[in-house]
């Protein structure tokens, strides 16, 4: 690469300038494209390796139950045999508390069933989220570590005595330790998918190039990596792949885990890229009903970008831009639906004036939240300005849009160019991203 780049140095002492300039660049501009895709090739290869950490938590954790669960088992028979008038009243609301009897068999019951109907981040079998450990210890852990605090009683026990005694309490406050870390570990999960998100393409603005390459990593994911199963069947409906896209979504949605609405939209959207319109409407109601019975009134912000890219997709714009309203509050997704409303009110200006005038609003803000604005953001307010009949403005944005746009994303900008000066159509389509 440094050889080439000073042999176009070394071209100047006959060629033109403006030759070795444009070799310069295109060499600068090759140099830097690679930089980017080693940077997203690195980027999905650490979620990837941060993903088989994240699992070996969760074994670990199993272990650890399984050692708690034991050690009550252990001491549970000297528990049995203190006698200590001192202390009967505290152990009889000990042994009430922990059910000592069919203790151990429910509780390694229950652990063994968990262990076997749920996923990384997921949700048992009956839908309902919860720690079966922690019935028997959470609620009832409270009883035997109030006995433990009556120091005064506890000492009329013998050394022997006492120390299974805190040997029992301290395994009860193991496991609720155990139960904290659980619903961190559960919590972490969700931040995969937004770790992945920003590869799915949420704008539909990468080159197939740029696609297929993050697919090629995606590939490599665990199997229980449904963030990455997601991000793969979007990215692969953005390909107009749309039957292997369907393959990939089901694969997320076998089991029922914490990112079930997110797969469930990405279906819907792909049945609808299907032209499986009815199916698609049919799950939509789904989700909405399920979300109402869960009264659950807030989604999470990935969920609401796909329900507004869909209701986009399916010329319902009064719904998707209430969403992408929404998402302009969530700072990290303000500059991305800040201009998924200007490309909004550029498609709707047709039919009103004012939606240009919103177009350059939105279209300018993104700009000014950018402040290494590429080729998207000059056309996107390429497209608004069009949209209010600021033509030769346009056309100005567009030319900047040609240093950094490539591929098909030039050619996008060229269709928008000769939309502009020729009249030719054109249309923003939200889920493929190219125009119509």
């Not at 852990?141 to 005595?161: D, G, N, P, R």
């Not at 998100?197 to 665990?222: G, N, Y």
């Amino acid at each position: 690469m440094m050889l080439r780049l000073l042999f176009g140095l070394l071209l100047g002492l006959w060629l033109p300038r403006c030759v070795v300039l444009a070799v310069f660049l295109q060499e600068a501009n090759g140099l830097m494209d690679s930089n980017q895709d080693s940077d997203f090739v690195s980027g999905i290869g650490k979620i990837q390796k941060d993903y088989s950490e994240y699992l070996e938590k969760r074994r670990q954790m199993f272990q650890e139950y399984q050692t708690v669960l034991s050690t009550l088992k252990d001491t549970e028979f000297e528990i049995q045999k203190i006698q200590s008038e001192a202390v009967k009243q505290q152990l009889s609301a000990l042994q009430s508390a922990l059910q000592a009897l069919d203790y151990e068999h429910r509780a390694l019951g229950f652990l063994q069933d968990y262990n076997a109907t749920t996923r990384p981040g997921g949700l048992p079998a009956d839908g309902l989220m919860y720690n079966p450990v922690h019935r028997f210890i959470e609620r009832k852990a409270k009883a035997e570590l109030s006995v433990a605090k009556h120091e005064i009683e506890l000492q009329q026990l013998t050394s022997s005595q006492r120390a299974v005694f805190q040997r029992r309490v301290e395994t009860i406050q193991k496991g609720q330790l155990l139960h904290q870390n659980w619903g961190q570990w559960h919590a972490d999960w969700h931040k995969f998918i937004e770790r992945y998100w920003p590869h799915s393409d949420p704008e539909r603005r990468f080159t197939q190039a740029e696609i297929e390459a993050r697919l090629e990593i995606l590939a490599k994911a665990d199997p229980q990596d449904f963030a990455a199963t997601i991000t793969t069947a979007l990215l692969l409906e953005r390909l107009g792949k749309y039957e292997l896209a369907l393959e990939a979504i089901d694969n997320a949605l076998i089991v029922k885990h914490s990112l079930q609405v997110t797969a469930q939209l990405a279906k819907v959207s792909i049945l609808y890229s299907l032209k499986k319109n009815k199916e698609a409407k049919l799950l939509m109601l789904s989700i909405t009903k399920s979300q109402s019975l869960s009264q659950q009134t807030q989604l999470h912000p990935i969920d609401r970008w796909l329900k507004a890219r869909i209701a986009a997709s399916q010329n319902q714009y009064s719904q998707s831009e209430s969403e992408w309203k929404a998402l302009v509050n969530v700072k990290p997704m303000e500059l991305e639906a800040r201009r998924a409303l200007a490309l909004l009110s550029f498609v709707r200006a047709s039919k009103s004036l004012i939606e240009g005038k919103r177009a350059i609003k939105e279209a300018q803000m993104a700009m000014d939240l950018d402040p290494r604005a590429d080729w998207f953001s000059h056309f996107v307010l390429a497209a608004a300005m069009h949209s209010a009949g600021q033509d030769d403005q346009a056309l100005g944005e567009l030319l900047e849009s040609h240093k950094t746009a490539v591929a098909e994303n030039l050619e996008l900008c060229d269709r928008l160019r000769k939309h502009i000066e020729n009249e030719e159509p054109f249309a923003w389509d939200f889920v493929r991203g190219y125009s119509r």
